[in-house]
């Protein structure tokens, strides 16, 4: 099936299919979002206004057989940080959309009339139709109301209430194969979706199929990309403990940030552990091990069940269990996976959310440790929109600045992830020059740093932090157009046959010829991009910088802080 760009116009509600341009062709995922934002939407407009638009693209090999290439990229100018933003997920939605022959789907405008409508994609293009029935539900009951009608085969992206709301923190969920959610959690791009008035999109290839150039030399590839994977002892490590494997790891290198980033460690990590949470899945009935989309070898997934057996929620990451866990000091996993869900209904991005409930702790709202009460905002405030759920919706720089909070740990307006930048540096350089705000996705040097992937990097030390984090971020762009998950990562770094594999991959289902050196390039050219949009959207080297109190609040228990100067952190961009 060839390719096509899906155009939907949501102004006069009509919708084209077109060629894929030229310049297009050799981009996917993260730098197709990003090249098409870069071209046809005016840096400086309003998120949230006609000029904004959302890309959706699968990657490069979404839709093959490749093993963990299921990620699907959404784009757009983000309404939380200003920036350009992409954030991807797994769930079926990408190898769909690429089974249904769709390179990218690009949605503009703004509605002239006051309703809501849902999108239907075919390998025959968009349907637009009018939506009453499912506006104000949760993502659970919108994918529950709509999937079953297909025996489960299509693919759902939705928002919750706070995409509908157009909170700053609402995200993009995916149906994943168990009828559970993904989410491309970053940034607000579910309060961009619910700008255009689209509550859902259903994905049905119709059985179409993606054409691999050279099945022979693919199937090779992949099976030696596979094994690399698998092989791993990272990848072993992620499959058995999950992200959540992270807490006691974290902890001990002392960058684990608590009760609102002022300590490292948190003294009940052993509660809220990977391990922990195994003990209580196993016992339980639950699944420790599990897929977001088919075809993962790695499957750091998991089902979480309650007390009574009964599924939680699925997916349980680190990041979220730190944020409510060490950083909002609640030290129950069955409280944070009751949070977890809410938040995966509601549709609002739980990194953001839950920093956003430590910097409410410091503010007096609530108390540390009161889990309890973080649901409750959850459902009572945040769901129905009071005038405290639409300040902890707009994320944590919006709690900050309503209570007059000082030590607020975002950059570019968007909060900092798990790892502190005062024990851990290289991630304090990957939040202070990514392209997207605080991401630890986007340069995740815990891989050198910490898990010592692809050499050692000492975390307490400046030397060679600029040089990690930009070979991180380069590789993670050119990643993040593949499709690939990036837990990838680690066996590229450590395992001399995963990279070549990749490119033989590429090249097989293409007919093409590209090198190691190319895939770096297309990297850089990437970064560039998207640093080239957010200069023309205002930005300046003086927003590539973290938040004071990191430079001067020492970090127990190894009393650091950051002290990159300025012109060390400016360096990033000398490539
Ligand atoms: S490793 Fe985890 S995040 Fe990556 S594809 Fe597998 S289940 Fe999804």
């Known amino acids: 099936m060839v390719d096509k760009i899906f155009r939907v116009n949501m102004t006069d509600l009509t919708t084209s299919v077109e060629e894929v341009p030229e310049a297009w062709a050799g981009h996917g995922g993260r730098g197709l979002t990003s090249t098409i934002i870069a071209e046809e939407v005016e840096p400086t407009c309003h998120p949230l206004g ?36 992409e954030s991807n997920a797994g769930g079926t939605s990408a190898q769909l959309l690429a089974k249904a022959g769709c390179k990218a789907v690009i949605i503009e405008g703004l509605p002239k009339e006051d309703k809501w409508y849902s999108l239907a994609i075919t390998p025959a293009g968009v349907t637009i139709k009018e939506e009453t029935e499912r506006i104000g539900m949760g993502n659970f009951d919108v994918i529950k109301s709509i999937s079953p009608e297909h025996d489960n085969k299509i693919g759902i992206l939705t928002i919750g209430q706070a995409g509908e709301m157009k909170m700053t923190s609402a995200n993009i969920s995916i149906q994943d194969p168990d009828g559970g959610l993904r989410s491309c959690g970053r940034g607000g791009l579910g309060a961009v979706m619910g700008s255009k008035k689209i509550k859902f999109i259903t994905i049905d290839p119709e059985g179409g199929k993606v054409d691999i150039a050279d099945p022979a030399k693919f199937k090779a590839a992949n099976r030696t990309f596979a094994k690399a994977l698998a092989g791993h002892p990272i990848s072993q490590a992620l499959g058995a403990y999950g992200t959540n494997v992270l807490v006691n790891i974290i902890n001990e290198s002392g960058g684990l940030p608590t009760k609102n980033f002022t300590q490292g460690q948190f003294a009940d990590h052993e509660a809220i552990s990977g391990e922990t949470m195994v003990d209580l899945i196993n016992e ?56 977890d869900r809410i938040m995966d209904d509601i549709g609002i991005d739980s990194i953001e959310t839950s ?29 129905k929109g009071t005038a405290l759920g639409r300040i902890v919706g707009n994320g944590t720089g919006s709690v900050g600045r309503s209570f007059g909070v000082t030590r607020v740990p975002v950059v570019k307006n968007q909060a900092i992830p798990a790892y502190d930048p ?37 975390p307490l030390s400046k030397e060679g932090q600029i040089e990690l984090s930009r070979n991180l971020q380069i590789a993670t762009a050119a990643i993040d157009s593949t499709g690939m998950c990036l837990f990838i990562a680690f066996a590229v770094l450590d395992d001399e046959t995963c990279l070549p594999a990749l490119v033989d991959l590429l090249n097989a289902r293409f007919d093409i010829a590209l090198t190691i050196d190319d895939v770096m390039s297309l990297g850089k050219h990437i970064l560039k991009l998207e640093r080239k ?27 650091v802080v950051f002290d990159f100067t300025a012109e060390e952190i400016d360096s990033f961009w000398n490539f």
């Open 50 to 85: 006609k000029n904004n638009k959302l890309v959706i693209a699968p990657g490069l090999l979404s839709g093959t057989v490749a093993a963990n290439s299921g990620r699907l990229s959404i784009g757009a100018k983000s309404p939380l940080t200003g920036t350009i933003k």
């Open 284 to 339: 339980r009935g639950g699944k420790a091990k599990h897929n977001c989309h088919a075809g993962c070898v790695i499957q750091c997934s998991q089902i979480y069940n309650d007390a009574k057996g009964n599924k939680l929620t699925s997916g349980i990451e680190f990041e979220s269990v730190w944020a409510m866990g060490a950083d909002c000091c609640v030290a129950d996993l069955d409280c944070i996976a009751e949070a």
């Open 355 to 383: 920093v956003a409930m430590g910097v409410a702790m410091e503010a007096g709202v609530l108390e540390f440790g009161d889990g309890v009460e973080i649901c409750r905002i959850l459902r009572d405030e945040v769901t």
């Open 422 to 458: 005062r024990a851990i540096k290289g991630m304090g350089i990957t939040y202070a020059t990514s392209t997207q705000g605080a991401d630890h996705t986007m340069g995740y040097t815990i891989t050198t740093n910490i898990l010592n992937v692809g050499g050692q990097v000492d």
């Open 533 to 559: 949009f957010n200069i023309a959207a205002g930005f300046t080297a003086a927003d590539d910088r973290l938040p004071e109190f990191f430079y001067d609040e020492p970090l127990a228990p190894h009393n």
